[in-house]
């Protein structure tokens, strides 16, 4: 088990879930927003991926931090490093949890504040997002972020989407050259 960082952004706290999260991730999840982080779920469903969040602490690895607004403390999504069973790299992801939320560049402050932490906290040498290929807004975002697609990576078994890998903005390039 690692220890649970809480990072800071201009706008935003990213820190580790609580029970008082679960509601707006729940109702994430079973909203038509999920459609591209797994899609529509059930409130069992919901409710035991909210649980899996918290558990996957326990791996020893970067899990999915709460992005809450500093002006009111209010849980907007989250983000984080995943890698489940079985998946050929660590993912960064990311789901902003409702419409008023989006467009604001809340999603890009936390992504940014993430990797930063990946690369030079959290041992990563190589970071990729799995998004969708009909997800525009998520792709605009990650190439303006200096991600790249990479059509040779390896993808998850049974999941259709492209894969961006992200550069190392500090020290290195991300398992691809540095972008300038």
Request: aromatic share 8%.
């Amino acid at each position: 088990m690692i220890a649970i960082p809480t990072l800071e952004t201009e706008r935003l706290v990213l820190r580790g879930p609580v029970v008082a999260d679960q509601q707006g991730f729940v109702a994430f999840l079973m909203s038509e927003r999920a459609k591209y982080a797994g899609g529509t779920q059930d409130r069992a469903e919901a409710v035991a991926e909210f649980q899996e969040m918290v558990a996957y602490w326990n791996s020893g690895e970067l899990g999915t931090l709460i992005m809450s607004r500093k002006t009111d403390g209010r849980a907007i999504g989250h983000v984080g490093g995943l890698m489940p069973e079985g998946w050929p790299e660590r993912e960064l992801g990311w789901s902003i949890w409702r419409d008023e939320d989006e467009g604001k560049g809340f999603a890009t402050e936390a992504v940014l504040a993430v990797l930063d932490y990946a690369f030079d906290q959290a041992g990563w040498d190589t970071a990729v997002s799995y998004i969708a290929p009909d997800n525009t807004r998520s792709i605009r975002m990650t190439e303006r972020l200096g991600a790249k697609l990479d059509n040779d990576a390896e993808k998850p078994d049974g999941l259709t989407c492209l894969v961006y890998r992200h550069p190392d903005l500090i020290g290195g390039d991300g398992g691809m050259e540095a972008y300038v």
